[in-house]
């Protein structure tokens, strides 16, 4: 755009015109915010360096020795496939579970295996205590021993009994038969759950026994 001059107060010295010089759009110059330009001193590149360093030595945690992992059995969701366990569905869920959860697993884990370690008997007896403690987080509470051995899949009926009787015996638990006239399907009962027992009829409840310092009964269930 052409600039005009101003007048001058001399009339000896002429006007003249001048041309502004114009930038085509490309090639005009770009201001740059100097906080946007990257350090180019020594401490930016030994921190630069450092980093680098960091991420090459930082370690992430390996997973631990497992066994080999088995292909599906059947690609339904549940956790129990065609009567095989699905080990590596449980291991997969692990990465989900809370702290709090994972913490109560590594527990469960310890116990299992120490109740295994001691014997068959007492690995039966363990897991029974563990399934009556699930069903029943009130001690006292009493729950049918047909919803019992629907807990305790794969193991056999006998083993269940056995262990049954060995832990009313060491004062863990009680059986108790159904009232005349109860009606079972409340409690989830069934006529071919109970145990046979010579002198007491049968057995088709149990309970677990309080702890004494509890000072708490059954609590039978109407």
């Given at each position: 755009m052409p600039t005009?001059?101003?007048?001058?107060?001399?009339?000896?010295?002429?006007?003249?015109?001048?041309?502004?010089?114009?930038?085509?759009e490309d090639m005009r110059p770009t201001i740059v915010d100097p906080s946007c330009v990257p350090p180019n001193g020594w401490r930016s590149r030994l921190r630069d360096l450092l980093d680098r360093l960091r991420a090459r030595f930082r370690r992430t945690p390996a997973p631990p020795p497992l066994p080999p992992a088995r292909e599906r059995m059947s690609s339904s969701p549940t956790l129990v496939s065609s009567g095989v366990f699905a080990f590596e569905e449980i291991l997969s869920e692990l990465w989900r579970l809370?702290?709090?959860?994972?913490?109560?697993?590594?527990?469960?884990?310890?116990?299992?295996?120490?109740?295994?370690n001691a014997g068959a008997e007492a690995a039966v007896d363990a897991r029974i205590l563990y399934v009556l403690a699930r069903l029943m987080p009130t001690p006292g509470e009493i729950v049918s021993l047909a919803l019992l051995r629907d807990k305790l899949l794969g193991l056999p009926r006998s083993s269940v009994d056995q262990g049954l009787l060995r832990l009313e015996a060491s004062g863990r638990i009680v059986l108790l038969?159904?009232?005349?006239?109860?009606?079972?399907?409340?409690?989830?009962?069934?006529?071919?759950?109970?145990?046979?027992?010579?002198?007491?009829?049968?057995?088709?409840?149990?309970?677990?026994?309080?702890?004494?310092?509890?000072?708490?009964?059954i609590r039978r269930a109407a």
């Amino acid at each position: 755009m052409p600039t005009i001059l101003p007048e001058s107060d001399d009339d000896d010295v002429p006007l003249g015109i001048h041309e502004r010089p114009t930038w085509p759009e490309d090639m005009r110059p770009t201001i740059v915010d100097p906080s946007c330009v990257p350090p180019n001193g020594w401490r930016s590149r030994l921190r630069d360096l450092l980093d680098r360093l960091r991420a090459r030595f930082r370690r992430t945690p390996a997973p631990p020795p497992l066994p080999p992992a088995r292909e599906r059995m059947s690609s339904s969701p549940t956790l129990v496939s065609s009567g095989v366990f699905a080990f590596e569905e449980i291991l997969s869920e692990l990465w989900r579970l809370s702290p709090e959860q994972l913490d109560a697993v590594v527990r469960l884990a310890e116990h299992v295996r120490v109740a295994r370690n001691a014997g068959a008997e007492a690995a039966v007896d363990a897991r029974i205590l563990y399934v009556l403690a699930r069903l029943m987080p009130t001690p006292g509470e009493i729950v049918s021993l047909a919803l019992l051995r629907d807990k305790l899949l794969g193991l056999p009926r006998s083993s269940v009994d056995q262990g049954l009787l060995r832990l009313e015996a060491s004062g863990r638990i009680v059986l108790l038969s159904t009232p005349v006239g109860a009606d079972l399907a409340g409690t989830g009962g069934s006529s071919g759950a109970g145990i046979e027992h010579p002198t007491r009829g049968n057995l088709e409840r149990c309970a677990l026994v309080p702890e004494r310092h509890q000072g708490r009964g059954i609590r039978r269930a109407a």
